[in-house]
């Protein structure tokens, strides 16, 4: 087996793949625009006797993690095809990805699994999901009642024109902290235009924006086919997000502005929200969770430089059977930098482990699930991710490295 990239004209070749791991078969030509939403940079393919018989696509992504950007490689389009399978193509392809993500600078690593014991094996700890609801659009009436606010105006137009708007919307909104619903584990793109283009092309956007400056945004698509019952119609909202209640409040009139059109919004949240505080008589509602993320370190002191965490120093052990370069022991402490705390790490040389004081000993799933807050400690403790640990210790960590839930509703 050879695991190597793909060049411009092995494009289609892994297209077909994406097809029979993911869609409807089809002998068709394809066209040209769904070529072009691949690039060979990003993808590594498994290849026996000649034939690419496996692929992955490692994006490059940034990911806000506790209020910190880290360089991300999204894990996507991972296929093998079937008289190829149980043969390792997948394992290795990852091993592989390892290293790519490592030369180029990346630190974390997230996907949604095919099946979670595989990529647990691998290192990657388990995170939770998105909620997704689907809400009557009579229950936001009430937002048509609202004022008109001078400085608030709303855009309508086409979300393949909005990949800069957006990625600058969510940029200085994560830097200066207004960014709402949740913003951990939010995964800002980095697709070239093609890619992007070719993800929204079948898409729309809204933007509220307030003196001119965006303050709320979503990405949806619309169905309102006059050959479905009016119960059939729908709007899905795959991206949402905003700065404040009011300008909230006006990206939900604007959807409330469909009521004669569409029957139905479905729209993701974070889990634990309280949706009902948002709407008016609107009952049981349908509600469905997606798959969950899972959630990697790829680099353990790219992953904890910098998080905006106060904390006294502790000296870890950590081992990673399949990044090689995370094996060691390091100490984390909390310094403040300004007025904000942030973690600084350091790796000690061979020479220097044999005097210090080990707090507590790691697997790079138990450090992964730590630094995203995926699991309480005494759960990371249970499965012995985390090991010769004090309960001290413990109640340190507990205070430091709090559970997050993590909000990335845009799925790769």
Known sequence: MKIRKINNSERLEILKGDLYAYSRWTNQDLPRSHLTAINPEEVLAAEIDGKIVAALQCFSFQQSLRGSLKTMGGIGGVWTYPEY???????????????EMRMQGICVSMLTPFKESFYGNLGYAIANATNEINIPVS?????????????????????????????NFLYENL??????????GLAITSFTYDQWWHLHRQKLCVVIKRDR???????????????LPMRDRQIEISSLFWTDIKSRDRLLHFFASHRDQIHSLKMPVPLGANVHSWLSNSGRLDSSMTEPWMVRAIDIVGALHGLPI????FIFALSD?????????FSISGDLHGDRSQLTVKRYGNGDIGNLAIDFHATIAGMSALIYGTQAISELVQKQWITEITLETCDRLEKCFTPCLIYNPFKF
């Not at 106060?310 to 120093?313: G, I, L, R």
């Open 139 to 167: 229950s936001l009436e009430n937002y048509l009642k609202l004022p008109n606010s001078a400085n608030l105006t709303c855009d309508r137009l086409p979300a393949t024109e909005v990949k800069d708007i957006l990625s």
């Open 213 to 227: 400056q965006p303050v709320a945004i979503a990405i949806y698509t619309i169905d309102s086919s006059g050959n």
């Open 175 to 184: 830097r200066s902290q207004t960014l709402q619903p949740h913003r951990h």
């Open 85 to 99: 399978r149980n043969q390792g193509c997948v394992k290795a392809l990852m091993k592989s990805a390892f290293l």
């Open 310 to 313: 106060a904390c006294d120093p």
């Open 321 to 329: 059977p399949y990044c090689h370069w995370n094996d060691g022991v």
